[in-house]
């Protein structure tokens, strides 16, 4: 029997974009994610919306390509690492990565109760039901560890002062510490609509402009380097390679920074 699913506003995104990502897999193959599939096979729910919206499908395969790119290169270098993935969702990364020691995936009590059904985890991968901004450091048992926080498809809804405690939290905990943080330019904040994101009553609330303004809120972080979503467009869309050299282009794109503890 399939699971009928019940959120809304930014909980509910998480069911759109798991989405997307089945349908790339079993479709265009972009990117490959079986556990994707397995989900979507589970849930009774309407995607009608998400598979009308393109702007959104193309966004989060991009995004999915550099992330799963930049994390494996990470863990290459820094084996016996800890993960921690803040606002996991129905995110699968986990299970396409090696060489960490310990994966978290960290999300709302209401999100994580619907991740515990369909992706039951324990040993290696944990799963921590809180916001990420409460203490949730508390919940990592490694001590004086190198950790990448993966920070995924979250800053554009919360604010300025919403995200500082994020890095407040994560300052308090980590001596060392890697972030991938996905960012929104302001002027797409106001103008862009997703439909299927619209029709879960989220709303994009909050953007930056590049990881130097990013830092710059950060006092205990520095800004390492900067990925465009172009990056992964180029791999379905060729056309996309010659529009990440505008810088018109890159600027409104969504981007990854990569930040470290100071």
Known sequence: MKEKIRLSGVPETML??????????????????AKAEEIIEKLDYDFSLADKDTAMHSGVI??????????????????GAVVVNIACGLDTRCYRMSGNAHWYNLDLPETMAVREKLLPESGTISQIAMSAMEDWGSEISEQNVQVLIVIEGLTMYLNAKDVQQIFAVISSRFSQATIFVETMNPMIVKRFKEKSIEGSHAKFTWGVKNGVALAALLPDFRFVEE????????????VYKVLDKLSIVRNISNKLIVLEKV
């Open 227 to 238: 990925h465009s979503l172009c990056e992964g467009m180029a791999v379905f869309a060729p």
């Open 62 to 79: 991009a995004r999915t390509i550099v992330l799963d790119r930049m994390t494996k290169e990470w863990l290459a270098s820094h084996p």
């Open 16 to 33: 759109q974009t798991v989405y997307a990502r089945a349908k790339e897999s079993r479709g265009r193959g972009a990117i490959h994610d």
